[in-house]
């Protein structure tokens, strides 16, 4: 009963310890973008769903991605990059991971995030379309948010391969 205590324990501190990182990575690094900013918080999401847990890195991405946007002046952007982060995390940890395990330079890692920054994409350009009153507007800030991803993803492979270096388990 005490290890399992102590298990839930450690779990929570290192969604927080996420949670936290995705918001300064989030706010620290901002290049401005038509509606928004491109930043590097979606490779710490990475991270914490590859590393660590899929319900720990849904919500340490979601939560700490719309405290960034709170913080940063945008909270128009809350609701939206709750869901959006989510189904982030959520699509990374379902293509990415087969029975809790994943290799760092495997097709399966290379496609689940991909496709993970294709809904964030998608997610934002719609949330920005309907938001600001119609798909021009939505559209303006595509180009932004496919650099914005493909720059997440060199810095995920980048922050996980010195992960891999110092042996970081994510066996919590």
């Known amino acids: 009963m005490e290890r399992k205590q102590k298990n839930k324990t450690v779990q929570l501190c290192i ?4 949670m936290a990182l995705t918001c300064i ?12 900013y491109a ?4 490779s710490i999401i990475f991270l914490a769903v590859f590393y660590f847990s899929t319900t720990g890195g849904i919500i340490a991405g979601s939560i700490g991605s719309a405290m960034a946007d709170l913080l940063s002046g ?3 952007w809350i609701i939206p990059t709750l869901i ?32 993970s920054m294709a ?9 920005g379309a309907i938001m600001y009153g119609g798909i021009a507007a939505g559209l303006a ?3 932004g948010l496919i650099a914005e991803g493909v720059v997440n993803i060199i810095a995920f492979y980048l922050f ?4 891999s270096k110092v042996k970081v388990k994510g066996d919590y």
């Open 141 to 143: 800030s595509t180009p």
């Open 160 to 163: 996980a391969a010195a992960f």
């Open 74 to 76: 945008f909270s128009q």
């Open 119 to 127: 809904v964030m994409v998608i997610g934002y350009t719609v949330s």
């Open 15 to 18: 969604t927080a310890l996420f």
């Open 25 to 36: 990575f989030t706010m620290v690094i901002r290049v401005p973008i038509p509606l928004g």
């Open 39 to 42: 930043h590097l918080g979606n």
């Open 84 to 115: 959006i982060k989510a189904a982030l995390a959520f699509t990374a940890a379902v293509i990415g991971k087969k029975k809790q395990q994943w290799k760092l330079f495997s097709l399966r890692t290379i496609i689940a995030v991909t496709l």
